[in-house]
Nanobody, 122 residues
Framework: QVQLVESGGGLVQTGGSLRLSCAASGGTFSDHAIGWFRQAPGKEREFVAQITWSGGNQFYTDSVKGRFTIFRDDAKNIVYLQMNNLRPGDTAVYYC???????????????WGQGTQVTVSS
């Protein structure tokens, strides 16, 4: 079964940028939509962004619209999350997963990666 591995997290100041990568191993995810979620300490995992299998449509939670961009390179088996104008409220562990059901419900995704920490300092 395909496994997903996130990378690209780090520590940035408010207003900075990071690009997260979600790489597939043990298979391909070119025929699946992929989502990014995040989880801050003491909070539930929340939907951030999703891209359809064709890459033709993207969906974002309201708080990241205009700042984050999700895109995919199926030739490389990588989905990216470009994050600009980062805020302290974006601090969380970011996860990618393969969609098997609805868009925003984390229980309708599988093949979760281990996550990558994003910390935004004020």
């Amino acid at each position: 079964q395909v496994q997903l591995v996130e990378s690209g997290g780090g520590l940035v100041q408010t207003g900075g940028s990071l690009r997260l990568s979600c790489a597939a191993s043990g298979g391909t995810f070119s025929d699946h939509a992929i989502g990014w979620f995040r989880q801050a300490p003491g909070k539930e995992r929340e939907f951030v962004a999703q891209i359809t299998w064709s890459g033709g449509n993207q969906f974002y939670t309201d708080s990241v619209k205009g700042r984050f961009t999700i895109f995919r390179d199926d030739a490389k088996n990588i989905v990216y999350l470009q994050m600009n104008n980062l805020r302290p409220g974006d601090t969380a562990v970011y996860y990618c997963a393969r969609q098997i059901g609805g868009v925003e419900n984390p229980y309708e995704y599988d093949s979760w990666g281990q996550g990558t920490q994003v910390t935004v300092s004020s």
